[in-house]
């Protein structure tokens, strides 16, 4: 079976600083669960504190009142990411009026705070364990798939698998992956995992392929369910997501499903239209560029999108970027590549003109 998680309210988020408004978000719950998504991701849950006009959650209570009479067709789910984790403590057993899927973004490594990397997994495991034990419906989301050999991925696979996970993840966090390369993740997963745990696709548009590659994991000849996440008009952090609208049409055209389409055009029509004019995503010269180099695609919006720089320069800045620098962001390491490419770039300009002169 091929399900449809509905991501706009949670990855959408990073465009907005998910600050959708209170009675905006209530009202595309509502024209979400209308479209008959067989998945509902709210937001994030995080250790913050609450504000009704973002989507994001430090207690179960905050979601079960924006769904008072949960459709029971639709599963709910709220996205934590462990290295930035809501204590377990304060997660609240799983009750019938609040979600029913949690899904983790689990690192492979990551800094110490001796700046020293360090092994992730275990402790993304642990966390892990923490949800299931609680009664929750668990999805594991590894953070940039294409960052593992082949037998790390089997190795992270045989381990989160003993939790007994509804799914776990295939995730282009970078949107780097085309879709043979996507595929060979699926197929080691599917090899490896446990009859009934399904294999989830979460893509980003930087190269222009989630939608063929989404098309690509639901033909494939898998025998077991998969999970497919998309958002309203693809909004999503960098380059966007898959858009939710173009493929529930191909599921409904050629897998016989029945989401209804026209909710979500009034929910691009009423909110996401708008958050576009002001945040644009989707593909550019600045996200391939990042795809292209592996990079994070921070860089591309800020010096594209902030800056204005030309692809040309930005080009060279990616370039230059250490492995270390590509995954850890920051303005300041940005601007700091940026005005080395600039300076670099006068001093050819002003030997080109020595060279000219004395020809």
């Known amino acids: ?5 509905d991501c706009t309210l949670r990855d959408g988020g990073y465009i907005n ?21 067989d998945i509902l991701e709210f ?29 029971p067709g639709i599963e709910y789910a709220v996205m934590i990411e462990v290295v930035n984790p809501i204590p377990l403590e304060m997660l609240a057993e799983r009750s019938e009026d609040s979600v029913d899927i949690i899904r983790v973004i689990v690192w492979k490594t990551k800094y110490n705070e001796k700046g020293v990397v360090i092994d992730a997994l275990q402790e993304g495991f642990e966390y892990c364990k923490g949800i299931v034990d609680r009664g929750y419906k668990l999805c594991v989301q590894p953070a940039r798939v294409d960052q593992y050999s082949d037998d ?13 996970p509804l799914a776990i993840y295939v995730v282009d966090s970078w949107g780097t992956q085309n879709a043979e390369q996507v595929m060979h993740f699926v197929e080691l997963a599917d090899r490896n995992l446990m009859s009934g745990i399904s294999i989830g696709y979460h893509g980003h548009n930087n190269l222009m392929q989630t939608f063929g590659t989404a098309i690509e994991f639901a033909n494939a000849k898998i025998n077991r369910d998969i999970i497919i996440d998309a958002s309203v008009y693809g909004i999503g952090r960098g380059a966007g997501n898959l858009n939710l609208e173009l493929f529930a049409k191909f599921l409904n055209d050629c897998r016989g499903k029945d989401y209804i389409l026209t909710p979500m055009i009034d929910i691009y029509e009423k909110y996401i239209k708008d958050i576009f004019a002001k945040h644009e995503w989707g593909y550019s010269i600045p996200y391939y560029l990042t795809a292209q180099y592996n990079c994070n695609p921070n860089y591309g919006e ?10 040309s320069v930005i080009d060279k800045v990616l370039a230059s970027l250490t492995e270390e620098d590509k995954v850890l962001y920051s303005k300041k390491k940005a601007e700091l590549y940026l005005e080395k490419v600039l300076r670099d770039n006068i001093m050819e300009e002003e030997q080109n003109a020595r060279n000219i002169k004395n020809t």
């Not at 790390?152 to 007994?164: A, K, P």
């Not at 800020?302 to 720089?309: F, I, T």
């Open 1 to 5: 079976m091929i399900k449809l998680l």
């Open 43 to 71: 937001g994030f849950l995080k250790n913050e504190p609450y504000n009704r006009n973002r989507a994001v959650f430090n207690d179960m209570k905050q979601i079960s009142a924006l769904i008072p009479n949960k459709n």
């Open 152 to 164: 790390e991925f089997v190795e992270m696979v045989r381990m989160f698998q003993t939790l007994n």
């Open 17 to 37: 600083n998910w600050e959708f408004g209170e009675a905006s978000i209530v009202d595309m719950i509502q024209k979400l669960e209308s479209t008959n998504v």
């Open 302 to 311: 800020y010096l594209g999108m902030e800056k204005g720089v030309s692809p």
